[in-house]
């Protein structure tokens, strides 16, 4: 497992690229990243140290609540082949 | 009545050929790349470059192949030890697809090596030219040679049994074959289809595609084993 800085911004912006991947209305993608960057941020902040595994279980926990197709493409994006 | 079988050995190959994964999951990942960095227009001709990429490797192979055929043993049909190999190649590849090549558990990673899977998902994330998505479609349709050469040569074979005059035709109907599942996709995705639903579908159905690919492999090998070795009259 593999320790890495968490970078807020870097998040949003995979957020909205995936977001456009599956054709979400560019205003509910902005929407989405903002709250699930924030919710993500706060989360990790209460740990010590964080693994690439961590934070996309926790990435795709908190897109859950927005949109499935948007936390499946993120947590499968690395899994088509 | 022999033209008959070399077209069911060509069609079934072809068949078994294009239920191979890493076309389509090389087309989703370029999918995936294109769509969250240009507009759909541009989308649309790289992925229309990266089918013809598979196309043409396709085809240059099985050309290939009936060439290297034909000088080798001119008219005349491959021996029948040679054809016995090819059918044990194919019977192998049958329990490959049945046991390793779809990895277990929710995902439709592939048996294949980690580097090229890496290599393959790096160039679809960089790929913005038409010439870069055909050099993946290239790249991606022969990263599965090792799985789809016997296939090939056992097609190319049969094509050299036929008329002058439908070995052409033979030829594009295998790769229009092999293709058929990248251009449903791109069809699917043009009706308003997102990568998210055809992955799902893909997830939902591995087992049947499981099962089908591997019964495809064995049914070929039947099938050369009963009309080939074997000679049963039709």
Not at chain 1, 37 to 59: G, Y
Not at chain 2, 98 to 112: A, F, P, Q, V
Request: charged share 20%.
């Amino acid at each position: 497992m593999k320790e890495l800085d968490f970078s807020k911004e870097n998040l949003k912006a995979e957020i909205l690229k995936d977001a456009k991947s599956i054709n979400l209305a560019p205003g509910f993608a902005a929407t989405i990243s903002d709250k699930v960057s924030d919710a993500v941020e706060q989360k990790v902040n209460k740990l010590s140290t964080i693994t690439k595994n961590d934070l996309e279980r926790i990435v795709t926990s908190e897109l859950k609540k927005y949109s499935a197709d948007l936390a499946y493409i993120y947590h499968n994006r690395d899994k088509i082949i | 009545m022999s033209d008959i079988i070399s077209v069911g050995i060509i069609f079934l190959s072809a068949l078994a050929h294009a239920f191979l994964q890493l076309g389509l999951g090389s087309l989703l990942l370029l999918y995936h790349a294109s769509l969250n960095k240009h507009v759909s227009k541009k989308t649309k001709t790289l992925v229309s470059s990266f089918i013809s990429g598979v196309g043409m490797i396709v085809l240059l192979g099985i050309a290939a192949a009936c060439y290297a055929l034909y000088s080798i043993f001119g008219d005349n049909n491959l021996p029948i030890e040679l054809l016995a190999a090819l059918i044990g190649i194919v019977f192998s590849v049958a329990i490959i697809m049945w046991t390793i090549y779809y990895h277990r558990g929710k995902t439709t990673e592939l048996w294949i090596p980690k580097a090229v899977a890496k290599f393959i998902s790096s160039r679809a994330e960089v790929t913005n030219s038409n010439t870069e998505a055909f050099s993946l479609g290239l790249l991606a349709a022969f990263a599965e040679f090792p799985l789809s050469f016997a296939l090939i040569l056992i097609a190319a074979n049969s094509v050299l049994e036929l008329n002058y005059t439908v070995r052409n035709i033979a030829l594009v109907g295998y790769v229009f074959i092999v293709l058929l599942p990248l251009i449903i996709t791109r069809l699917c995705i043009r009706k308003g289809k997102t990568i998210v639903d055809i992955q799902r579908w893909r997830e939902a159905n591995k087992t049947f595609l499981r099962i089908i690919s591997g019964l495809l492999f064995v049914v070929l090998g039947v099938f050369l084993i009963a009309y080939r070795i074997i000679g049963v009259p039709l």
